[in-house]
């Protein structure tokens, strides 16, 4: 090999790594949007459970608004901004169990108020978020 195509072949392959670090830079970006859109929607169907729970209408407005109310406290004082922004941040083993349970929650009420299948998409799309999350130390 030449040493002008030897050159060549290293700005090849230059250039594919850093495209390769840009794209992963994205993907990483969009687990971290992923992670913000699933904890809308464990709020969201904290809410939807409380609006259509079997019961009078006044106790529907309070779990509607509790619930989900209850959830972002709880979040905010041990979980917010992947704990930098927490009052009482979790961390390690003490911070996955939290989120199980958080996480576990929002699943629970969206299969009480619709089905199994949104339950379990949410769910399943949490876990991916997470163990994506560990394997890229994203917090």
């Given at each position: 090999m030449t040493h002008h195509h030897l050159?060549?072949?290293i700005a090849l392959k230059k250039e594919r790594l850093s495209l390769e670090v840009v794209v992963l830079g994205a993907v990483k970006a969009a687990n971290l949007g992923?992670?913000?859109?699933?904890?809308?929607s464990v709020l969201g169907s904290a809410g939807y459970w409380g609006f259509t729970v079997n019961a009078q209408w006044p106790i529907k407005i309070v779990a509607g608004i509790g619930a989900p109310?209850?959830?972002?406290?709880?979040?905010?004082l041990f979980a917010?901004?992947?704990?930098?922004?927490?009052?009482?941040?979790?961390?390690?083993?003490?911070?996955?169990l939290?989120?199980?349970?958080?996480?576990?929650?929002?699943?629970?009420?969206?299969?009480g108020a619709a089905s199994l299948t949104p339950a379990a998409i949410l769910f399943v799309c949490y876990l991916v978020n997470g163990v994506l999350r560990l394997a890229w130390n994203q917090g």
């Open positions: 050159n060549e072949s992923l992670m913000f859109l699933l904890e809308l109310l209850l959830l972002a406290v709880l979040w905010g917010a901004g992947g704990g930098t922004n927490a009052t009482y941040p979790l961390h390690g083993f003490a911070r996955m939290f989120e199980l349970a958080w996480f576990g929650t929002g699943a629970l009420a969206l299969y």
